[in-house]
């Protein structure tokens, strides 16, 4: 297991890593690639993810537990995807991350899209499902504390991760659809899928009210037990 040492990489890594290199790559494939390569691009965000994830390995021990439980709650996401309509997928990545860090948030969200697209479909959509998914992984840990502590502003980052996710998506739907991006047809994506992202903004309130206490008193237990 690669451990960081030095905190001024780790902290170059920590925020280079999500803000920049991720979204550089995701714009590179769509822009450049073309064919098969989204599946470069999708393979190069997992190993930038797992990277990131590295940088919060303060000790061994512990960035072992850590990886065994983020492993699991990749996996029960993956599983989530599978729920017809409604999906708890944003709801597991966003506990992962309030309970175990913004790093395994964003690992939790980008390798569960990989892994469960092998079933519903890889394409040029993947890295931005990856990089949707991961970075609303990664917010929720930045913001944990007041997340556990308040009910309602949990549900609300549910609700606001919905649209954050449509308006992602929106993006490669105007690139696929154009080939370069125009604002305008931006606009009418985003207003022709309200349906669809009030879908997944009731679905995540819901699935974090569900969630919130059976599996946040288990990442908690755990998180006090081993020091997670």
Do not use: H
Not at 20 to 32: E, F
Not at 90 to 100: E, F, G, K
Not at 160 to 166: L, M, N, P, R, W
């Amino acid at each position: 297991m690669i451990v960081i040492k030095s905190d001024r990489l780790r902290t170059v890594l920590r925020y280079g890593i999500p803000f920049v290199l991720i979204p550089s790559l995701v714009a590179l494939g769509a822009v450049a690639f073309e064919g098969q390569r989204y599946l470069i691009i999708s393979l190069g965000i997992a190993v930038l993810a797992l990277l990131l994830f590295m940088t919060g390995f303060e000790r061994r021990n512990i960035g072992s537990r850590r990886m065994v439980i983020t492993a699991i709650m990749t996996a029960l996401a993956v599983f989530g995807r599978f729920i017809p309509v409604f999906k708890p997928i944003t709801a597991i990545c966003v506990m992962t991350a309030v309970y175990l860090g913004a790093e395994a948030g964003f690992l939790c969200g980008s390798l569960s899209v990989l892994i469960s697209n092998i079933y519903f479909g890889q394409g040029p959509w993947t890295p931005f499902q990856m990089l949707g998914f991961g970075l609303i992984g990664l917010f929720a840990g930045y913001l944990s504390k007041p997340l556990t502590r308040c009910v309602a502003a949990l549900l609300l980052y549910g609700a606001v991760s919905g649209i954050a996710y449509s308006f992602i998506m929106d993006i490669w739907t105007v690139l696929w659809y154009s080939g370069g991006f125009d604002g305008r047809l931006y606009l009418t994506a985003i207003v022709s899928a309200i349906p669809f992202t009030i879908l997944y903004a009731v679905s995540n309130v819901a699935f974090l009210w569900l969630l919130r206490k059976p599996v946040g008193a288990k990442l908690g237990r755990i998180k006090i037990k081993y020091g997670v």
